[in-house]
């Protein structure tokens, strides 16, 4: 993982936004308002909270942070049948159920070194402009916001190990986030969908209550994908 760089660029990622955000939500209503006063139009906007950097926070993660996760994963098992060297690898005794998960654990400790810098980022600067806020709330929310990202990796990297090259796992990965996303507002199913991960933190940083049927979802749609990833591995021929 540090030999092609993707832990600096995950820790790169996470760490501008652990900063942009509580940095946006405590001068951008200030912009605005200079904004309005360069227009002679006079704007109230109300004293920003950690709760604005945090929402911000989340949309940001929700969005370019799947995209940056999806990027740098796509190619984690196609990218090497596509070089030959899984081809060279696999001669020797090595079990390619051992092969996925060894690769579908580093890559989830990568992400999870990555999004910590993040996390604390985002902690040390909305502590510096917000003042105290309630920590245990935040680091509940964080952990609903990284199991969504764990899902979409394990995702992305299911269809790595399905296809030969790493556009076609990554479009499909993108794919599917969006159709799953779609269907959020859907009675009864929408309720168990990993994409609804990123609102929920939301919720539970605001002082609502956790709802657990999405942390289901995320793990049986993880352990579907990764089995289907398996099977079709397995029956994969240089």
């Keep these: 993982q540090f030999r092609n760089s993707h832990l600096l660029i995950g820790a790169?990622?996470?760490?501008?936004?652990?900063?942009?955000?509580?940095?946006?939500?405590?001068?951008?209503?200030q912009l605005i308002g200079l904004i309005g006063d360069d227009q002679n139009i006079q704007i109230i906007l109300p004293t920003p909270?950690?709760?604005?950097?945090?929402?911000?926070?989340?949309?940001?993660?929700?969005?370019?942070?799947?995209?940056?996760?999806?990027?740098?994963?796509?190619?984690?098992?196609?990218r090497e049948k596509e070089l030959g060297t899984l081809a060279f690898l696999l001669v020797?005794?090595?079990?390619?159920?051992?092969?996925?998960?060894?690769?579908?654990?580093?890559?989830?400790?990568?992400?999870?070194?990555?999004?910590?810098?993040?996390?604390?980022l985002m902690g040390v600067y909305t502590r510096i402009f917000f003042g105290p806020f309630n920590f245990s709330t935040f680091i509940v929310g964080n952990l609903f916001l990284l199991v969504y990202?764990?899902?979409?990796?394990?995702?992305t990297l299911s269809l790595s190990a399905m296809v030969k090259r790493p556009i076609g796992s990554g479009m499909l990965a993108l794919i599917v986030w969006i159709?799953?996303?779609?269907?959020?507002?859907?009675?009864?199913?929408?309720?168990?969908?990993?994409?609804?991960?990123?609102?929920?933190?939301?919720?539970?940083?605001?002082?609502?209550?956790?709802?657990?049927?999405?942390?289901?979802?995320?793990?049986?749609?993880?352990?579907?994908?990764?089995?289907i990833g398996y099977r079709t591995f397995r029956t994969w021929e240089p």
């Excluded at 942009?20 to 209503?29: E, R």
């Design 12 to 29: 790169a990622v996470f760490a501008f936004f652990g900063i942009l955000s509580p940095v946006t939500a405590q001068y951008l209503p």
């Design 49 to 78: 909270t950690a709760a604005d950097a945090y929402m911000q926070y989340i949309k940001n993660i929700s969005q370019i942070g799947i995209m940056a996760v999806i990027f740098l994963t796509m190619g984690g098992v196609s």
């Design 92 to 120: 020797k005794p090595v079990s390619r159920g051992v092969y996925l998960f060894t690769k579908a654990a580093a890559h989830a400790a990568t992400l999870l070194a990555a999004f910590l810098v993040g996390f604390i």
């Design 149 to 155: 990202l764990e899902t979409i990796l394990l995702l």
């Design 179 to 227: 159709l799953i996303s779609l269907m959020n507002n859907i009675p009864k199913i929408g309720a168990f969908l990993f994409t609804r991960l990123g609102a929920d933190a939301l919720i539970i940083f605001n002082g609502g209550s956790a709802d657990w049927k999405p942390l289901l979802g995320a793990a049986l749609l993880a352990a579907a994908f990764f089995t």
